[in-house]
């Protein structure tokens, strides 16, 4: 049994979402942004980036989350009963830039999702996407514009996004896909 790789651990994601965050504000210079974090794991990441946006800036900036879970192009194969979590957008979409904020980007499915999603609520400025993670082997025309770190993987291989909030810990770990359904 194999070991997870751990390629980000808490440091790393520490100075990794502060690096996105210079990076969120330096893009948008005057222009109004807001952040949405996709559940589940990808909320509690935009509310890390809102706290250091808005110290950069010195000022609020809105802070929402969506649940994609009805939004997938892969209900039919997922469990019968998927976890649902409420949507909290709190600001009209239109007057905003929206960075959606995911933790691993992957096949383009899920940000697909988180996009027509947001386009219920309302027509954005601008979406653009953040992610803590890019594994590549995308399927469909999706790139972020804010990437933590690029992870080379295969398709035999699982990209597991850990957060204190959720998991007790933080950190971003490689593992076989024979491991992860052990």
Do not use: W
Request: glycine share 6%; hydrophobic share 40%.
């Amino acid at each position: 049994m194999s070991q997870p790789r751990v390629v980000l651990d808490e440091d790393d994601v520490r100075r990794t979402l502060v690096r996105i965050a210079h990076e969120i504000v330096e893009k948008h210079a005057g222009r109004p942004v807001a952040l949405v974090g996709i559940h589940r794991r990808g909320a509690h990441l935009a509310k890390r980036l809102h706290a250091l946006v808005c110290d950069l800036l010195e000022t609020e900036v809105p802070l929402g989350d969506i649940d994609i879970a009805f939004y997938r192009d892969d209900l039919s194969t997922r469990h019968a009963d998927p976890e649902v979590h409420s949507t909290h957008l709190p600001f009209r979409l239109e007057e905003y830039s929206v960075v959606l904020v995911d933790d691993v980007l992957y096949t383009g499915r899920t940000a697909r999702a988180g996009i027509d999603a947001l386009f219920d609520y309302g027509r954005p400025a601008r979406v653009q996407l953040a992610v803590l993670a890019d594994r590549g082997h995308r399927e469909l025309p999706i790139r972020p514009d804010y990437v933590g770190k690029n992870l080379p993987t295969s398709r035999e291989e699982r990209v597991n996004v850990r957060v204190t909030e959720v998991d007790g810990v933080d950190e971003v770990a490689i593992v076989s896909l024979q491991e992860a359904l052990t």
